[in-house]
T-cell receptor, first 109, second 116 residues
């Protein structure tokens, strides 16, 4: 079964607001990664959080990891129109990265 | 940051044609490269994993004779879609990773393949 499965959703917010999206997974993880994909493009790596970490920040991004609940969240603060994209979480298992369904985020200027 | 270059970015060709897609890691040595396929509004589906100098490992349901993968060097992997048909039309994305599993994967910009 696929690890790193977000609740598939489309999120539409106003510029300046925060965007939160969640990811759940089914088995033990080595690390969990979040990626952004602009329409018709490849994926851009945003942040990697290891299984022994609980929270990580990178600029306007904050990722949390709760291994007891097998879940992760990605928070984008003070969103911008350029943050409009699909966001995927993915987990390393068996030497491969397994992606969830993705969250479509639209930031309205 | 690490850069992966994928070429071509889009291809339109007739049914029966074979199409080769290149994936290069520009500023790091990619021990492992991955090929994904993505349908519209869907997630990425891993097709195969290749390690430099070894045969690729294909995911279940992916035809190895249909999708030929070559990883001849630490900076180049190629995917050849042989005798392509309309059902092979998709967005193909390559990814490369340096040595260890706790390194992020870096992705190319994808190739839009349209078979007429």
């Amino acid at each position: 079964s696929q690890q790193g499965e977000e609740d598939p959703q489309a999120l539409s917010i106003q510029e300046g607001e925060n965007a939160t999206m969640n990811c759940s997974y089914k088995t033990s993880i080595n690390n969990l990664q979040w990626y952004r994909q602009n329409s018709g493009r490849g994926l851009v790596h945003l942040i990697l959080i290891r299984s022994n970490e609980r929270e990580k920040h990178s600029g306007r991004l904050r990722v949390t990891l709760d291994t007891s609940k097998k879940s992760s969240s990605l928070l984008i603060t003070a969103s911008r129109a350029a943050d409009t994209a699909s966001y995927f979480c993915a987990d390393y298992g068996n030497n491969r990265l397994a992606f969830g369904k993705g969250n479509q985020v639209v930031v309205i200027p | 940051g690490a850069v992966v270059s994928q070429h071509p970015s889009w291809v339109i060709c007739k049914s029966g044609t074979s199409v080769k897609i290149e994936c290069r890691s520009l500023d790091f040595q990619a021990t492992t490269m991955f090929w994904y396929r993505q349908f519209p509004k869907q997630s990425l589906m891993l097709m195969a994993t290749s390690n430099e100098g070894s045969k690729a490992t294909y995911e279940q349901g992916v035809e190895k004779d249909k999708f030929l993968i070559n990883h001849a060097s630490l900076t180049l992997s190629t995917l050849t879609v042989t005798s392509a048909h309309p059902e092979d039309s998709s967005f193909y994305i390559c990814s490369a990773r340096a040595e260890t599993a706790n390194q992020p994967q870096h992705f190319g910009d994808g190739t839009r393949l349209s078979i007429l």
